[in-house]
């Protein structure tokens, strides 16, 4: 599927509780690969995503909640990479 016109929505991070907006606009990416379930009740899924803005960019999340295969998620902070599973 052609993604690419979700890369340019104009996402901005904003803080519920002070209103505070971020100055780096959210990233999105793509789900490629569920890796498996952590956390001490098994409540967080690790994950694989590629970014839309950057293809060739890899990392792996950690996403509390329902998530599959082609999901895409908006990432308040695109540096930090979940360790992997043990």
């Known amino acids: 599927t052609d993604l690419g016109h979700l890369a340019l929505l104009p996402v901005l991070c904003r ?6 907006k971020m100055d780096q606009p959210a990233k999105l990416a793509i789900v490629m690969k569920v890796i498996g379930r952590t956390g ?4 967080v899924t690790q994950v694989r995503v590629k970014f839309l803005d950057d293809q060739n960019r890899l990392i792996m ?5 329902p998530v599959r295969e082609g999901d895409i998620l908006t990432l308040l902070e695109s540096e930090r990479e979940a360790r992997r599973l043990r």
């Open 61 to 65: 999340r950690n996403v509390k909640g």
């Open 15 to 20: 803080c519920r509780s002070t209103g505070f």
């Open 40 to 43: 001490s009740r098994g409540q």
